[in-house]
C-alpha cells in the first residue's frame, strides 16, 4: 500500500518521512489555509523537497471550469514536474479537466469522491487516482469503508488501473479496515503515522525488556559486551 502524509507542514512531512517509509504527501485547500507562511515560500519548500526524495505531491486546483483547471494543472506541472498529481474535483468539469490532463501526460487524482459511481468515472477518464473521504461519506450515513470496498472490486472487475486513495480518516480502524479491503493508497495525519504502530503490549514487552537488563548490566549497552579481536 502506498502511504502519503496529509498535511501542508514540510518539516512535519519531514519527520514523518525519516521514522516510517513514505510514498510523498497530499494537500487540498483546505489543508493549505492552515498555514501563515506565504504558500510561494511553501511550494519552493515542497518542489525541493519532492526533488531530493523522488516523492510524490497532490495538489488540488481551484478553479471551477474545467479550462481554468487545465490552465492550473499545466503550471502546476511546469513548477513541480512529473512527481505531481494533480487533484480534481468529482464534479462535472473536473472529469471534464480529467481526460484533458491524462492527454497533455499529467497525473490525475479525482478527488472528493463519494460513490463507487464516481469513482468508476474517474477511471474511466483515465485518473490515476480515485480519492474516497472516508469520514465524509460515514458523515452522510454511509459506511466509507464500505464503498471503498466496492469501488476496490470493482476497479478489480473493470481491469481499471486506477488505484484508490483513501482519504479523510478519522480512526486507526479505517486506515486497518481499508488495507484488509486491498485499498491501494492512504493519505493519514502525522499523528496517525504514530498511532497505526502504537501498542500497549509493545510497550509493556519494552518495559520488561528495559528492566531486566538494566538490573543485570546496569548502564553498558549490548555492544559494550562484544569481544575486541585481536
Ligand atoms: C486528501 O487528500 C484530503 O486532503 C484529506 O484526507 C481530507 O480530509 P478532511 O476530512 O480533513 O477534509
Redesign the pocket.
Known sequence: MEYYV?IADIGAVRAVNEAFAIDGF?T?P??LTRTDRPLSELFSEYRDYIRQTGQTI?VQVTAGDAEGMVDQAKRLHAFFGDNLVVKLPAIREGYKACKRCKALGFRVCV?VVHSTMQALMAAKAGADYA?P?I??IDNIGADGVHCVDEIVKAFDRAGAACKVLG??FRTVEQVDKLAIVGCHAV?ITPETFDMLIAHPSTDVSMRGFNKAWREKYGDKQVTDFLPTEG
Open positions: 496529509d497530499t487540498n483546505n489543508i497532490f478527488t480519492a473521504y469520514s465524509h482519504a479523510s493519505t
